[in-house]
């Protein structure tokens, strides 16, 4: 069953009526088929009175279907001012349902949007088995996908933002090639960084693909619909932006031994001796490549790194680029060690029959 909405001009008609034309300098691509757009909602699984986030509506298609759903509140975060005079005539048509905000979703604490807001859904427990009645939706322009996602992750790890109401999930749109890294496999050519940082907080999956043919103007790459959904306990026990700092340089030489990589994490005199370190303690094959390592492996990595840059204050600062990086100058600094674990509530071992589910582990 749909909410209705009075009668609207057609999608393609709004665009025309004010003279919307995508700039290609902010990645604009609008999504016309509304078909395509309810099967969005549908799979990011809008519920009657949830409550959304959706990042970048632009002309309104993916909004109208999430209104349809019967969405008791949608908030929209919006940088181009071209499109708030068509999404206020959205607005008013959805009879108080929506709610606007012209900012950078890249700047917007997005959980800051619901913080007073007293008739919100009754956060649950973490752990819980339900997700919450809410959600955040976006047909991402292709230039802030990927540090958005990042920011999201890194938010979803310290269950801030608008993770502070429980494991909200995430569905977004990608070009194909991001969501297939995001979604990647141990030992296939597309796993990257950005599969371990998606895949270690939260089950990333591809629900489906949109061909380039149904966007206006028409990208040059098909998308990939990706949901997200915050796992119940993260597969690496090490801060975000520890584990991002090694995915990053264990993946810069993709097809060179993982050895090479890490040895990026070190100063020159202490590159081999740490390197080597690390790999004995993890038993891990220095020959091996990094797309070949799974999420065991990476948490395992992230551990021993952790441990050796609260042993050497100043390692977790060093960037082998900057020439000027001296550790024990970098001692000094005040963030000189990796930021600490936050601690949560400790999940319950067993099932309400007292027995282990294997399910709730989610091993990749």
Partial sequence: MTSRLPPLPALRDFIHMYRLRAKKILSQNYLMDMNITRKIAK???????????????????????ILEAGAARLDVVEIDNRFIPPLQ???????????????????????DIWKHEPARPSSINWHDSRLPAMHVIGNLPFNIASPLIIKYLRDMSYRR??????RVPLTLTFQ????????????CDTRSRISIMAQYVAEPKMVF??????????????????????RKTPLINVPFEVLEKLCRQVFHYRQKFVKKGLKTLYPEELEDVLAD??????????TT??????IEQF?????????????????????????????????LEPNALPPRMPQFETPPPETEDGKWNLRDFNII
Avoid at 89 to 111: F, K, N
Avoid at 161 to 166: D, H, I, L, N, P
Avoid at 289 to 294: D, K, M, P, Q, Y
């Fill in 277 to 286: 370190e690390l790999l004995k303690k993890c038993r891990i094959d220095p």
């Fill in 43 to 65: 799979h990011a699984k809008v519920a009657q009175n949830d409550w959304v986030i959706e990042i970048g509506p632009g002309p309104g298609g993916i909004t109208r279907a």
């Fill in 161 to 166: 933002g608008v993770w502070q109401y429980g």
């Fill in 209 to 230: 693909q949109i061909s380039g043919s149904c966007f206006v103007p028409r990208p040059q790459v098909d998308v990939g619909v990706v949901r997200f959904e915050p």
């Fill in 176 to 187: 194909l090639e991001v969501a297939k890294r995001l979604c990647s496999p141990i030992a």
């Fill in 289 to 294: 490549t990094s797309i070949r390592l799974g």
């Fill in 89 to 111: 005539h959205l607005a008013e048509a959805a009879d108080s349902r929506m709610h606007i905000h012209h900012q950078d979703a890249l700047r917007t604490e997005i959980g």
């Fill in 299 to 331: 948490a395992d990595l992230a551990q021993g790194y952790y441990e050796q840059c609260e042993r050497h204050p100043g390692l977790f600062l060093y960037d082998y680029t900057n020439k000027q990086h001296v550790l024990e100058q970098l001692a």
